[in-house]
């Protein structure tokens, strides 16, 4: 069975302190991992897909990378705006396309 | 571009009644998905369509739950009666599919609360 493992559950970090959340994750091949950034009542949000070992994407402060086992989303110099609950789920290769597996999700604050 | 939407945001219902929550793709995505999450849990996969087909429905809790996808377009999911361990959110979300363009896009979600 698929299993994603997302840590720290929360992060607390004072404005411009930089971090990385973890992601783990034990899939029989991977079609794609994305991470999602999910806002206090709303939906969660795309911020990017990764397809293969050793790709990495950025948006603006973040970075997301790509191992065969995990994916860190480093976090450069937080603004208080980049609060949220952040996702990590992974695709796997046999089944459909909804074959997804979530994480509980890392809680990350930034105070100003 | 619009994005995924859902209606109704919140609802509060009494158990045994029956809520029905409504989800428009995005246009031009034939895969449909709902999702939910109960309290403190992590999102977990209900069901796929591929159009107006049930590609997959394996995550469906039981029989009390009917999702329906008239036409290829938007979809329903009816719970009927609902218990109380039904309260969560239900996401509802899709995308095109395609091998490279499989990204699941979600809506903001329908918060059902049952009491």
């Known amino acids: 069975e698929d299993q994603v493992t997302q840590s720290p559950e929360a992060l607390r970090l004072q404005e411009g302190e930089s971090s990385s959340l973890n992601c783990s994750y034990t899939?029989?091949?991977?079609?794609?991992l994305f991470w999602y950034r999910q806002d206090p009542g709303k939906g969660p949000e795309f911020l990017f897909t990764?397809?293969?070992a050793g790709e990495e994407k950025e948006k603006e402060r973040l970075k997301a990378t790509l191992t065969k086992k995990e994916s860190f989303l480093h976090i450069t110099a937080p603004k208080p705006e980049d609060s949220a609950t952040y996702l990590c789920?992974?695709?796997?290769?046999?089944?459909?396309?909804?074959?997804?597996?979530f994480g509980i999700g890392t809680k990350l604050q930034v105070i100003p | 571009e619009a994005g995924v939407t859902q209606f109704p945001s919140h609802s509060v219902i009494e158990k045994g009644q029956t809520v029905t929550l409504r989800c428009d793709p995005i246009s031009g995505h034939d895969n449909l998905y709902w999702y939910r999450r109960v309290m403190g849990k992590e999102i977990k996969f209900l069901l796929h369509?591929?159009?107006?087909?049930?590609?997959?429905e394996s995550g469906m809790p039981n029989n009390r739950f009917l999702a329906e996808r008239t036409g290829g377009t938007y979809s329903t999911l009816k719970v009927q009666p609902a218990e109380l361990e039904d309260s969560g959110v239900y996401f509802c979300?899709?995308?095109?599919?395609?091998?490279?363009?499989?990204?699941?896009?979600f809506g903001e979600g329908s918060w059902l609360t049952v009491v």
């Open positions: 369509f591929v159009k107006e087909s049930k590609q997959d």
């Open positions: 990764l397809y293969s």
């Open positions: 899939v029989s091949g991977l079609r794609g």
């Open positions: 979300a899709s995308s095109q599919g395609t091998v490279r363009r499989n990204t699941i896009y």
């Open positions: 789920a992974v695709q796997p290769l046999s089944g459909g396309y909804q074959k997804v597996t």
